[in-house]
């Protein structure tokens, strides 16, 4: 498949709609401003981000956050998605704010991170969010948030092997894994074929992406949900990333 090349940086708005055929209302870009907004406010005391020039922001983290309508347009009314790893809210608010009708739970550890999402999801008052403070690994035995999603997303969270187990437990069968990923993505799904069978996984496709002023390719790694996770998956806290499924 080819590599979508993302040019020019004049607005958000025109690059959506000239690369992804997605259009902003009035109220969505102004959304992506307050959010650009807190996202300085709060990076002044709080660790969220390396990326704080305007432009960087609308590209490295709002498009690219949207570049998944490259392998799924989450448009059914109700889709249940969850964001693991959120930090500052990338990719889920994002997408929150041009899908509003999609049910979104953020997964994030860090107290203070989880205190940034639950500020920001306030201030721009999107409805159906709810953002959990725990570990990815504890979520996903959990039974509010075991297979119970649609889609799962990480974006820049662990290396494949380890992230598998961290998304499959918590996407329901038939529901589909979306990992965002640098250059090393077609290794890395190669290392994680045996991750994905056993967690009840299958690799659909890997979406190369090109974002303006990026200079390597990204990629989106796509996963369908085909049989049902073993209960012992994911394993307790820390475990996936020291000892990956191989």
């Not at 005391?45 to 590209?59: G, Q, R, S």
């Not at 049910?103 to 969010?129: I, N, P, Q």
């Not at 209960?231 to 000892?243: D, L, S």
Request: proline share 6%.
């Amino acid at each position: 498949m080819e590599a979508i090349i993302i040019s020019g940086v004049e607005t958000l708005a025109r690059t959506l709609n000239e690369t992804l055929r997605l259009d902003l209302t009035a109220d969505q870009q102004r959304a992506f401003r307050a959010y650009a907004a807190l996202l300085l406010e709060w990076n002044a005391h709080t660790n969220l981000t390396a990326i704080t020039e305007p432009a960087a922001i609308e590209t490295k983290h709002f498009l690219d956050s949207l570049t998944l309508l490259r392998a799924v347009r989450p448009t059914a009314a109700g889709l249940r998605v969850v964001d693991v790893g959120s930090g500052a809210g990338f990719p889920g608010v994002p997408l929150k704010v041009v899908f509003p009708h999609i049910k979104l739970t953020l997964v994030e550890a860090t107290g203070k991170k989880a205190d940034f999402l639950e500020h920001l999801t306030r201030t721009l008052g999107l409805r159906d969010v709810k953002v959990v403070n725990c570990r990815a690994e504890e979520c996903g035995q959990d039974a509010a948030h075991r297979e119970r999603y649609d889609l799962a997303l990480a974006r820049a969270v662990a290396a494949m092997p380890t992230l598998a187990e961290y998304l499959l437990p918590l996407c329901r069968v038939g529901g589909q894994c979306v990992a965002y990923k640098g250059e090393s993505a077609p290794q890395e799904a190669a290392q994680a074929e045996n991750a994905l069978r056993i967690l009840g996984g299958q690799l659909r496709q890997l979406v190369p992406i090109e974002l303006p002023g990026v200079a390597e390719t990204r990629y989106l790694i796509v996963i369908d949900k085909r049989v049902a996770t073993p209960e012992r998956y994911p394993r307790r806290p820390g475990i996936p990333a020291k000892r990956p499924l191989s």
